[in-house]
């Protein structure tokens, strides 16, 4: 127990130049979290820093310099989009296609420089967006300077700043602590420690911790990259598309094209250079035509793209994604905990009665419950609104005081009154306070039942700094609180019952009234509330028992921390939501971390996703654009895959078989745009409701094989009957008119599998696309342009029927695969 810090504006101000606590600090020393190494003390100035300190420790650089966390940098935007694997490759073989043959061969590579600008402006808004969003939540510690105190931003932050902390506030610079007022700090995230640690003054404090309790400040001694929590986290904390199942599974993918392409496009450059004794620029055409097909290389672009829109579309609802696999993630979610107060519930609470209790009287109570909210200098909601209620006439002065606390569920502090006695009191939860068996339970049990937060007014009977100061307390008060519902919960509520995602409600206060908030707002199980205090400690069972109920009171942080482990130890997707500090643990080894933007410091920073307008109704929002970014993603997958496959394998039958390729470039191009590129775009923006499912790779694949297996081998097969039908000097164009044509109808029915099911704008895009194709071949100059002039009637209906039939055992191929290789 310590005694409240009194600040002195007016004490001494640190020497401008080099003095202050940067002169006592080893600024390179190792900083070991469990065992830190002492340090000497710095002076600890309770007025700050001048206005001319500040300015002589920036001109030194002295300042918490450490990069945003929430999008990479212009630079990196541009190499990531242009200087790529695909690219160089596309790039090598268009150079050479400018060189030697017409500019129709060359349209690949127009496209190309086209998707990655696409991509480079998507991305770049999608920053702009998340920029934008990240100053508006970004936490702004509270400092002083001049003897005043005022809030800046933490890239401001000098050497030897001053830094106040309350609860939920995050220790963003290593420092001392100067000032102690009950400071308990969760130093958990770094050190796995789960008990908060008291600091008095003297002590250390590190970037990266949290306050969980009481109040102080603390003087900065290691800023920007030299902070501890910088060191670990500057990289990590980046802007990244990597940790996600998606991005690993297009990589995985990619990998395994390009081992495919290699020996394969050295074939085809051997049979078609060497053996073949053709025109060398149309034997380099037919080579680059082979090749270029065997790129899914819109498939990275889309899936930026993807992203990037719904980052963009996430913005416009005030939602700030802090790691873009969030949005993906939280699509994955079968269950979501809820913390009640803050997410159920609006942050404000309303003081509805006061009944007194025993021989107490109201006008001494009052007396009492203003003084503590005196007592607190950053007082939660439920104190907030005692203050409101009871404000302090100022005759009582506070000797000690006890911070609320989410684990333990009460505060306290002693009092001089004004005729000279002295007492203590604790303000907190009625079942923590009193014995069980006691009858002011009874009447506790009976205003919870109506969802009303209950807090009982004790007189202590020993010091505040007893570890068992809770004993023997004489009940004085019932204080009763109204706790205002969010309008918009209930629906969203109803939303996740919809979508198949479990919702579970785990809050700190009374489990009936947990329960009874819960019921209010129609959630299942409501009525079958399990007081967290009784929960096996067992991990499996732990988990039978999360599954099995919905509602979940008396809950301690570190049991939230527990819980979130169990749901995910069975194998679901968990995500938590939460605003105060006792949610930070349960935050961080959630699935998918979301925060409102009122919620702590702590709770931001810990979160993927920060709900900067405090709507919980933003959440279905995300989740429906996490869907519709997986599904779709994986419906342009199969896509752009299948034409990788009926590509590698259509130059393997050319190799074995020693004729030319069927295809110029500008084929495949037409080909590529009208079934795959301009199909692609629209399905990965179209809505999809489907809940994400995991193994992308083999979801992908095990329709693109067969898929891409039977377009190769029918277009193959027309190919060499055309070659057997026609002859002459032009029978080459003939031969490619009807593969081509071929082709074409089998990768439009792969289309119009993938793009099930209908709706009349997708039934409009497959006939649009269709139509496109019959264009290229009526119009006089686009014929000459692309080289397509079916001849004759025999082989054009020949290609239309083999077709037909690839069509026939594409549906029985993928029917079957659905059977053998479910999802």
Not at 287 to 313: C, D, Y
Not at 545 to 567: C, E, I, N, S, Y
Request: proline share 5%; with cysteine.
């Amino acid at each position: 127990m310590t005694q409240r810090a009194k600040i002195d504006t007016d004490g001494p101000e640190p020497p401008g130049g080099g003095g202050g606590t940067g002169a006592t600090i080893d600024s390179g020393a190792e900083l070991d979290p469990v065992h830190p190494v002492p340090l000497p003390a710095p002076p600890f100035h309770p007025g700050g820093l001048s206005t001319t300190d500040v300015a002589e420790r920036v001109a030194r650089g002295e300042v918490n310099d450490v990069p945003l966390r929430s999008s990479r940098s212009t630079t990196d935007i541009v190499r990531g989009n242009v200087f790529t694997r695909f690219n160089a490759i596309i790039g090598v073989l268009w150079v050479i296609m400018l060189f030697v043959a017409p500019i129709q061969d060359s349209l690949f590579g127009f496209v190309i420089v086209a998707n990655t600008g696409i991509g480079i402006v998507q991305e770049l808004r999608a920053k702009k967006t998340l920029d934008g969003l990240a100053v508006i939540g970004e936490a702004k510690p509270t400092v002083r300077r001049n003897g005043q105190a005022c809030e800046i931003s933490t890239s401001e932050i000098v050497l030897d700043e001053v830094i106040e902390l309350g609860p939920g506030d995050k220790v963003v610079v290593d420092g001392v602590v100067g000032e102690a007022d009950g400071l308990e700090i969760d130093e958990s995230l770094l050190t796995g420690e789960a008990d908060p640690v008291l600091k008095k003054a003297g002590d250390q404090v590190m970037s990266g911790s949290f306050v969980v309790a009481g109040g102080g400040a603390f003087t900065a001694t290691k800023v920007g990259r030299e902070a501890y929590a910088a060191q670990l986290a500057e990289e990590a904390s980046r802007f990244t598309l990597v940790h996600s199942e998606l991005r690993s599974g297009i990589s995985t993918i990619l990998k395994y094209v390009t081992w495919m392409m290699i020996p394969t496009s050295i074939g085809l450059v051997i049979s078609q250079l060497v053996v073949k004794d053709n025109n060398l620029t149309d034997s380099i055409a037919r080579t680059v035509g082979g090749i270029v097909p065997m790129i899914p290389e819109g498939l990275v672009l889309l899936t930026s793209v993807a992203f990037a829109i719904g980052v963009i579309r996430l913005g416009r609802k005030q939602c700030l994604v802090q790691e873009l696999p969030a949005i993906e993630g939280l699509a994955r979610v079968d269950v979501v905990c809820l913390d009640k107060t803050g997410t159920l519930t609006e942050g404000g609470m309303d003081v509805t009665e006061l009944r007194t209790l025993g021989t107490s009287e109201e006008p001494y109570v009052r007396r009492v419950l203003g003084a503590l909210g005196e007592s607190d200098p950053r007082p939660n909601a439920s104190l907030q609104a005692i203050i409101d209620a009871y404000p302090d006439n100022g005759e009582w002065r506070c000797t000690a005081s006890l911070p609320f606390s989410s684990a333990r569920k009460y505060s306290g502090a002693s009092f001089s009154e004004g005729d000279g006695d002295a007492s203590t009191w604790l303000l907190g939860a009625p079942d923590v306070l009193l014995p069980s068996g006691d009858p002011t339970l009874e009447e506790t049990e009976q205003l919870n039942e109506q969802g009303l937060r209950v807090l009982l007014l004790a007189h202590a009977v020993k010091d505040l700094d007893d570890p068992a100061v809770a004993e023997g307390v004489r009940p004085a008060a019932l204080v009763v609180l109204e706790q205002r519902l969010r309008p918009d919960a209930a629906d969203t509520l109803r939303y996740f019952e919809e979508q198949g995602v479990h919702a579970k409600v785990i809050s700190g206060d009374n489990a009936v009234s947990v329960g009874a908030v819960a019921g209010k707002l129609g959630l299942p199980g409501a009525e079958r509330t399990v007081d967290a205090r009784r929960l096996p400690q067992d991990r499996p069972a732990m988990a039978e028992t999360l599954d099995d109920h919905a509602v979940f009171g008396r809950v301690t942080p570190q049991q939230k921390r527990d819980m979130v482990g169990a749901l995910q130890s069975r194998g679901h997707t968990v995500a938590m939501t939460g605003d105060g500090v006792n949610d930070v643990l349960a935050l961080k080894d959630a699935d998918i971390g979301v925060s409102m933007g009122s919620g702590s410091e702590a709770t931001r920073a810990v979160a993927q996703i920060v709900l900067l307008n405090n709507s919980f109704a933003t959440l279905p929002s995300v989740v429906a654009e996490g869907r519709r970014v997986i599904g779709n993603i994986t419906r342009v997958a199969t896509l752009f895959l299948t034409k990788t496959v009926y590509s590698v394998l259509l130059a393997v039958l050319v190799v074995v078989s020693q004729v030319e390729y069927p295809f110029l470039p500008r084929h495949l191009t037409l080909l590529s745009t009208l079934t795959i590129g301009v199909p692609a775009f629209f399905l990965a923006l179209a809505p999809n409701k489907e809940r994400a499912k995991p193994h992308f790779v083999k979801r992908v694949m095990r329709y693109a094989i067969p898929g891409g297996a039977i377009a190769a081998f029918a277009t193959f097969a027309v190919y060499l009957l055309a070659r057997s039908y026609y002859s002459g000097t032009a029978s080459l164009e003939a031969e490619t008119s009807a593969a081509t044509l071929t082709l074409f109808l089998i990768a439009l029915w792969v289309l119009a599998i993938i793009a099930r099911p209908y709706t009349w704008w997708r039934v409009g895009l497959i006939g649009a696309m269709g139509l496109g194709f019959l264009l290229v071949l009526v119009v006089p100059w686009l014929q000459q342009f692309f080289e397509l002039k079916l001849v004759g009637l025999v082989m054009p209906w020949t290609a239309v029927g083999v077709a037909a039939g690839a069509a026939v055992l594409l549906e029985f191929a993928f029917r079957w695969v659905d059977r053998k290789f479910p999802a």
